[in-house]
């Protein structure tokens, strides 16, 4: 599945590998979860939808104010109803839309992990390490595991950009083949800090680095309730793709038995 240029997708559900590394079981299990609890909230929502006037009635949703309103449930009008619902339902698509692509960003760390565990070579560079940090582990093992860690982290830190280069420029591997496909992910992770850092209000950082965004600075993003859906679906075909070159690239060690469920994300 791939998102295009106005960030909707094809239906095209994605092909389940025979193998994955242990990144990628806990990458899509994660995505299995975030699907469950996207469908059961929105048979919930269905219903509530479909009873709004008793619910409301009940006094469930409404403010201070409209509780000293006789008859409550008669003076909210039906447009307000939607209104509520629909404001509700976009704060979940922007939670699920930020677990998704955190989902994602988890799975790059963990897949550089264990590459660096793996093939212990690649993590050959001109930094020093501390004595200190040396003595804290008792067996080589240990100790490349430790630097795969730290290198990870500083590498998180620099955002999906560094990790991009350092795959390709230090490892001599592309996430990704299509740079409109880099371009689309970057643009996520992009939207994901803006939400979680500045309340999905747009920053003038966020609009020097996605110029053709449409909004302007100092408006909202706008999550719709099912893109959650689509990007959890476009980055689940992402990871595929990157596994299973992965490890052919460096023989990784691979899980068998993809959960069945996998065919309901």
């Known amino acids: 599945m791939t998102l295009d240029d106005e960030g ?8 389940a590998p025979e193998f994955l590394t242990k990144a990628g079981i806990e990458f899509t299990l994660e995505s299995i979860r975030l699907a469950e609890f996207d469908r059961c909230f929105l048979q919930t929502s269905i219903f509530v939808r479909k009873h709004v006037g008793d619910i409301m009635r009940s006094g469930w949703g409404i403010t201070d104010t409209e509780r000293l309103i006789p008859d409550v449930g008669e003076q909210i009008e039906a447009s307000k109803r939607r209104h509520f619902l629909d404001m509700h339902w976009r704060v979940i698509g922007e939670a699920l839309f930020v677990r998704s692509v955190d989902n994602f960003l988890r799975y790059l760390a963990d897949l550089l992990s264990l590459i660096f565990v793996t093939m212990p070579e690649t993590l050959r560079s001109n930094e020093q390490v501390s004595l200190d940090f040396i003595l804290q582990h008792s067996t080589l093992d240990d100790l490349v595991g430790g630097l795969a860690s730290q290198k990870v982290e500083k590498l998180s830190r620099g955002g999906t950009g560094a990790l991009f280069k350092y795959f390709r420029d230090s ?4 996430l990704t083949f299509d740079k409109a496909h880099v371009t689309r992910i970057v643009e996520l992770v992009e939207i994901r800090n803006i939400l979680v850092h500045n309340r999905g209000v747009i920053s003038t950082l966020f609009k020097r680095r996605l110029p053709g965004y449409p909004a302007e600075v100092g408006q909202r993003v706008r999550i719709e309730r099912d893109y ?4 959890r679906k476009a980055l689940l075909e992402a990871v595929f793709d990157i596994d299973k070159r992965a490890i052919e690239k460096w023989g990784l060690p691979v899980a068998s ?7 309901e994300t």
């Not at 038995?257 to 065919?263: E, H, M, T, V």
């Open 8 to 15: 909707r997708t094809e239906t095209q559900r994605p092909s």
């Open 228 to 231: 959650a859906g689509v990007v």
């Open 257 to 263: 038995g993809i959960p069945r469920r996998l065919s």
């Open 171 to 174: 490892l001599g591997f592309e």
